[in-house]
C-alpha cells in the first residue's frame, strides 16, 4: 500500500473535519488532527487471534501509527482459517510477532511492537504509556487482571465541591475497550475506570462453564466430548504420570485423538474428530471471520471516538447478534457499587493494605 494515499483516510477527515450534531460541544474540528493523532496515539492490543487480527489490521489503516501487541500463544494450524494474518509456513511462531510483521509490510507508515509474555509480567508503567487498551481475550481471568489493571492506574484528587471525597483525574482513566465474539454472536464494550461498570460488575451475566461431570467421563459417556474428556484427563495421567500435555504439540493432541477415538468405539458413540479434540482439550471458542470483523470495527470505532473526542463514546455495552439475522443491542451495565473488587478499591483510597489480589477472590 502507499503510504501517501491520502484517500485512505477520506472518511476520517471528514470526521477530523466537520462540525457535527453528534458531536461533544468541546470537540474543534481541523485539518491537523488526524495527523497530531496519528503521531501522539499509542494503542495496546491485547490478543492476536481471530479477533486480535483484525483489530490490529483495523488501527493501522485508521491512521494509528504506534500500535502494541501482546499474545504468547504460538500458531496453530487450526488458527488459519479464520487468523487471516497467519499463513501455513508461519506454523509455530509466535502471532503477536507474525501479525506485527505482517501488517507493517502492508502499512509501511505503521510500528507495531510484539510481546510474546503473559500480560501479568508488565507492570502499572508498561500500561499506563497507552491511551487506549483493546482487549481481545478469550478467557475471564485474563479480562479480569486487565479490568483491575487499568483500575489501579487511576489516580484521585481532593473533590472541591464535596470536601473530604476523592474523584478520580480524567487524565489517568485510561478506557478498555472489551471484545468478544463467540460464533455468530459478538459484544463490543467500553469501560472507563471508575465512572462506567467494569468487567467485574458484569459477572454475574456471563453463562456458567462448560462441564463434564467425572462419573459420566468415567462409566456412562454419551457424546464424543466425554471420551475426549477422559482421553485428556485419566487416559494421559494413566500413561505419562506428571506430564503435562502440550496443547500446541501434534503428537500430543493425536495421541488423545486415537485414545478418545478407541474409547468412543467401544461405546459406539459417533462424532470423535481431531478438530473437536482440539476444541476440547484447548477450549476453542467457536469464531467465524465475519463476527471478528464487525466486532473489531465497532472497537476501533470506539477507540477513534476516545482518541479524537469526535463523537460520544459507547455507553457502555454493545450486543451482536448474528444467528437469525443481523441484529444488535446497546444498553448501559451500571456500576455495582457493593461487590468485592469495589471494596478492595476503597479500601486501598483508604490507604488500608491489602494482599490478597481480585484475582484470587470470588465474586459475590
Not at 82 to 111: C, E, H, I, T
Not at 158 to 171: A, C, M, R, S
Not at 201 to 213: D, E, F, I, R, T
Not at 314 to 321: D, G, I, P
Request: glycine share 6%.
Amino acid at each position: 500500500m502507499d503510504q501517501n494515499n491520502q484517500s485512505r483516510y477520506y472518511d476520517l477527515d471528514l470526521l477530523y473535519t466537520r462540525k457535527s450534531h453528534f458531536a461533544p460541544e468541546e470537540f474543534q474540528p481541523f485539518e491537523e488532527l488526524r495527523e497530531g493523532i496519528a503521531e501522539a496515539a499509542k494503542v495496546l492490543v491485547i490478543g492476536a487471534g481471530g479477533l486480535g487480527c483484525e483489530l490490529l489490521k483495523d488501527l493501522a489503516l485508521s491512521g494509528i501509527r504506534d500500535i502494541h501487541v501482546i499474545d504468547l500463544d504460538k500458531i496453530d494450524v487450526t488458527n488459519l482459517n479464520r487468523q487471516f494474518l497467519f499463513r501455513k509456513s508461519d506454523v509455530g511462531n509466535y502471532k503477536s510477532k507474525v501479525a506485527a510483521d505482517f501488517v507493517m509490510k502492508r502499512v509501511p507508515s505503521v510500528k507495531i511492537t510484539a510481546y510474546t509474555e503473559p500480560i501479568q509480567s508488565y507492570d502499572s508503567e508498561f500500561y499506563k504509556q497507552f491511551m487506549v487498551i483493546i482487549a481481545g481475550l478469550d478467557n475471564i481471568e485474563a479480562r479480569r487482571w486487565i479490568n483491575q489493571m487499568v483500575h489501579s492506574l487511576v489516580e484521585f484528587e481532593e473533590d472541591q465541591t464535596n470536601i473530604g471525597e476523592k474523584i478520580p483525574l480524567p487524565g489517568t482513566q485510561r478506557p478498555l475497550i472489551d471484545g468478544g465474539t463467540e460464533g455468530f454472536k459478538g459484544q463490543a464494550r467500553v469501560i472507563i475506570p471508575f465512572k462506567s461498570g467494569c468487567f467485574e460488575c458484569s459477572l454475574g451475566s456471563l453463562p456458567p462453564q462448560v462441564g463434564y461431570p467425572m462419573c459420566t467421563i468415567r462409566e456412562t459417556p454419551r457424546l464424543p466430548e466425554h471420551c475426549i474428556q477422559y482421553a485428556y484427563v485419566i487416559s494421559w495421567e494413566e500413561h505419562f504420570g506428571s506430564k503435562a500435555v502440550d496443547k500446541d504439540s501434534p503428537v500430543d493432541m493425536n495421541w488423545i485423538y486415537e485414545k478418545a477415538l478407541e474409547r468412543a468405539k467401544t461405546f459406539g458413540i459417533q462424532g470423535v474428530t481431531y478438530q473437536l479434540t482440539m476444541g476440547v482439550v484447548k477450549n476453542i471458542i467457536p469464531a467465524i471471520a465475519s463476527t471478528n470483523a464487525l466486532v473489531s470495527a465497532a472497537c476501533v470505532t470506539e477507540a477513534i471516538k476516545l482518541i479524537s473526542g469526535c463523537n460520544h463514546h459507547l455507553n457502555n455495552y454493545m450486543m451482536y447478534m448474528g444467528q437469525t439475522g443481523l441484529n444488535t443491542h446497546t444498553f448501559e451495565y451500571q456500576r455495582e457499587e457493593v461487590n468485592i473488587f469495589c471494596l478492595f478499591n476503597i479500601l486501598e483510597l483508604l490507604g488500608l493494605q491489602q494482599e490478597t489480589s481480585i484475582i484470587d477472590c470470588q465474586y459475590q
